[in-house]
């Protein structure tokens, strides 16, 4: 990375916070409530892009539009609910590298299309980070994988795109910074492999963010 990196831009669900399984089962309760039996791992290759766009692939294009506001507002309540009863946790070590990253003055962000009332009940379950700029799904037109989440943050981190990356757990974080025009970073802790984030546009991979912040050093001397 070196010194041409400015800020890094975080993912949250999948990448600082271990919540990928309750969005899996929500959307496969939610789904299952419109008489849908979808298996989880095919909702978990799913997960990473907005709620639009999952069901998108999952329904179909027209019984997405028709069904989708109904079964979005359906999910917000499903996930609040399953938000506060479920134990959560985020990743090791990942507010040593918020505060690493801070030491070396480089700017933080996150960027997640969860809406702000959501992350706002996760923030409250685990102790999160707080970073220079938070952009949530409310913010932008298009969820990932367009680059608008990834853009949103840049111009009010202040930064030029070129000198940020995005971090993410899925292929789709990857193809948003890569459409932004940022390096796409990835780590290990989502439903997907090396190889799908690679192919995605990812040119570092780590297995979770512990491993990224013990690269600090070495990464940005």
Partial sequence: MGPNIEALIFDVDGTLVDTNAAHVEVWRM?????????????????IGQGGDRLLHSILGPEDARRLGPSLGRQWIETYRAHLRETPIRTFPKAHELFAALRARGVRTALATSNSRELLGLLRGRVNLEVPDVIVTGEDVE???????IVLKAVERLGVSVERSAYVGDTPYD????????ARAFGVLTGSHTAEALRAAGAERIWSDVSALYDDLDKLLP
């Fill in 174 to 181: 990857a193809m948003a910074a890569t459409a932004a025009g």
């Fill in 30 to 46: 939610v789904l299952a409530s419109i008489g849908l039996d979808v298996p989880s791992d095919r909702i978990a290759g799913e």
């Fill in 142 to 148: 298009a969820t990932k994988p367009a680059p608008d």
